[in-house]
């Protein structure tokens, strides 16, 4: 299990790197990072499965100016894990996943806590990169940065190990102590996840003509999903 | 006053280096310090040999930046062109900051409208769609989508920075960025509409009779009128599933 953790730390560490500090190439999507997470404990497809439902769970929330969304990359770490972890165990039934779902929200709220404790230390960098340089030293920027960089990268690294060892845990110990009956009481839950996903996408989408072409849409898949089953 | 031109190795540091221009965020300057750190290799080639002036230009990048971090790039390469005017003496110093400010809060409305209100969600769901498939395949889809865009418009950007704060209205133009934010938006829903199908479809179909079905999709679509109003209602995705949650303990709980 420990290189599992050692693997896990790596990777969830570039993609808390691409989160906010380099590039932004959407590495630290929860699709991406459910996915690889569920790949590292030993179950790429049911982390995927957390991840399609995560993934667009929380674009309605932007990262404009200074405000700072829920972490869905640490939501995804925990959800992926966990996910991987559970369909190993106790199997990962429609109970277990909305349950797992669910809990990633504590997760999501830790993340962003510790996201703007990161920017609060970085303002301390920032300043000593400033008197630095006031000093003469222009090499300061470069440090100054480097400091900020591994900082982000640190604390995505601990944040990785929090979150995974919190899913192993949840799915290893919490979730074997409900029964599989009161697991499917909470699937009830379930529709309700992915429907708020798209409502998410619906409401940062927002046109004139948004509204008639989401739900037309919605009901002409929804049609042929029928129309496919009735016929299979 | 000849000023040193700027090395093709200097250009393609700075090109580099933009792509950290989130490196050290912070509270107080935001994306100052990964300015600073972006232009450092046009300074060092126009103020080779003069230091006090380097420091300067350097104390100027320093100043309060923020605005979306691939609109960042276009604003990148005019300013280092502005600097190459100030190092020749053509232009006031003063200049580089008030053309900075102006921009970046402008920039930064388009670009966040643009990158996070429709490109990132039009890819997302395109991802989240295709990895019902195969989770690899939706996270290519994802990423080709996504950063097929962004690094075109990143290139493009800073060409067009390059060229001079003239150049940054010109190619503002001809990007069309809020014709591109609608039909991205656009698409954006109607993939969201497809995956709210979808899942419509698998969770609530059971009966298997068409008023149940009419009756399922009707719940659905009502499920999302509802999400939405208490998103305009500023309240947050995190916040629904908070209560969800609770929800989930009572029933347990039962």
């Known amino acids: ?19 906010t500090a380099a590039c932004q ?6 699709l991406v990072v459910a996915t690889l997470m569920g790949a590292v404990f030993g179950n790429m497809a049911a982390g995927a499965q957390v991840g399609i439902v995560l993934e667009l769970i929380y674009l309605a929330r932007l990262p404009v100016g200074a405000s700072i969304p829920p972490d869905d990359t640490g939501a995804a770490v925990f959800g992926g894990s966990a996910a ?14 909305t349950a797992l779902l669910l809990l990633s929200v504590l997760v999501a709220e830790a993340g962003k806590a510790a996201d703007r404790f990161v920017r609060k230390v970085n303002v301390r960098i920032a300043r000593l990169t400033a008197e630095s340089v006031d000093r003469g030293d222009v090499q300061a920027v470069e440090h100054g ?24 845990a949840v799915s290893a110990e919490l979730l074997p102590r409900f029964g599989p009956a009161s697991r499917g009481n909470f699937a009830i839950l379930l529709p309700a996840l992915p429907l708020l996903g798209a409502a998410s996408v619906y409401s940062c989408s927002r046109t004139e003509r948004t509204a008639a072409v989401f739900f037309l849409t919605m009901a002409a898949v929804f049609g042929g999903t029928l129309l496919f089953r009735w016929s299979a | 006053m000849t000023t040193p031109a700027l090395a093709t190795r200097s250009r393609s540091a700075v090109w580099r280096r933009q792509f950290l221009l989130q490196g050290c965020w912070n509270y107080e300057g935001m994306q100052n310090v990964g300015f600073a750190y972006a232009i450092l290799p046009a300074l060092r080639d126009f103020y080779a040999n003069r230091p ?23 604003i990148l390469g005019a300013s280092v062109r502005l600097e190459e005017r100030v190092a020749a003496g053509e232009a ?26 429709a490109l990132r969600p039009m890819a997302s769901v395109a991802g989240a769609l295709l990895a019902l498939l ?25 060409a067009a920075g390059m060229e001079g704060p003239e150049g940054v209205v010109g190619w503002l133009k001809r990007a069309a960025l809020n ?34 079905a009419l009756a399922s999709l009707l719940l659905a679509a009502a499920a999302v009128h509802l999400f939405a109003v208490l998103f305009r209602k500023a309240v947050s995705p995190s916040e629904i599933l908070s209560f969800l949650l609770f929800v989930g303990v009572l029933i347990l709980w039962r």
């Open chain 1, 1 to 19: 299990m420990a290189w599992r953790f050692l693997l896990a730390i790596l990777l969830g560490g570039v993609c808390y790197l691409d989160r």
């Open chain 1, 84 to 97: 991987a972890v559970a369909s190993s165990s106790i199997g990962l039934d429609a109970g277990s996943f």
């Open chain 1, 25 to 30: 190439l959407m590495l630290h999507r929860p």
């Open chain 2, 179 to 212: 014709v591109r934010t609608d039909d991205g938006k656009l698409l954006a829903a109607i993939l969201a509409g497809a995956y709210a199908g979808v899942f419509a479809g698998r969770f609530f179909v059971q009966g298997g009779n068409t008023l149940h």
């Open chain 1, 145 to 168: 940065l480097l400091a900020g960089l591994t900082l982000f990268a640190v604390t995505g690294m601990v944040l990785t190990l929090a979150f995974s060892g919190a899913g192993v």
């Open chain 2, 92 to 117: 006031d110093p003063r200049a580089i900051g008030t053309f900075k400010v102006g921009l970046m809060g402008s920039l930064g409305a388009i670009g966040d409208s643009f990158f996070w209100g």
């Open chain 2, 134 to 158: 195969h989770p690899l395949l939706g996270i290519a889809a994802m990423l080709l989508v996504y950063n097929g865009v962004h690094l075109t418009l990143r290139r493009r950007g800073f």
């Open chain 2, 52 to 74: 006090e002036e380097a420091l300067k230009a350097v104390k100027r990048h320093l100043e309060f930046f923020n605005t979306q971090p691939a609109m960042g790039a276009l």
